[in-house]
């Protein structure tokens, strides 16, 4: 089980690759940018930003 998301945190964080608003998924722990078609994990309430660790989604 992940730990939640901090609120502050979850409205200051970006896409690294295209710089929009994240949103939290917290059934898969997963902060999801749209505009890129990527999803970041969040392990353990720290969210991971690498594109390298992102996971593509279907489109």
């Given at each position: 089980m992940?730990?939640?998301l901090d609120p502050w945190l979850l409205s200051i964080l970006v896409c690294p690759v295209t710089?929009?608003?994240l949103?939290?998924?917290e059934a898969a722990a997963e902060l999801v940018s749209d505009a890129a078609g990527l999803a970041y994990?969040?392990?353990d309430?720290?969210?991971v930003l690498l594109?390298?660790?992102a996971r593509?989604?279907?489109r």
């Amino acid at each position: 089980m992940s730990a939640p998301l901090d609120p502050w945190l979850l409205s200051i964080l970006v896409c690294p690759v295209t710089r929009t608003r994240l949103r939290y998924d917290e059934a898969a722990a997963e902060l999801v940018s749209d505009a890129a078609g990527l999803a970041y994990p969040v392990r353990d309430g720290v969210p991971v930003l690498l594109a390298e660790e992102a996971r593509r989604l279907s489109r």
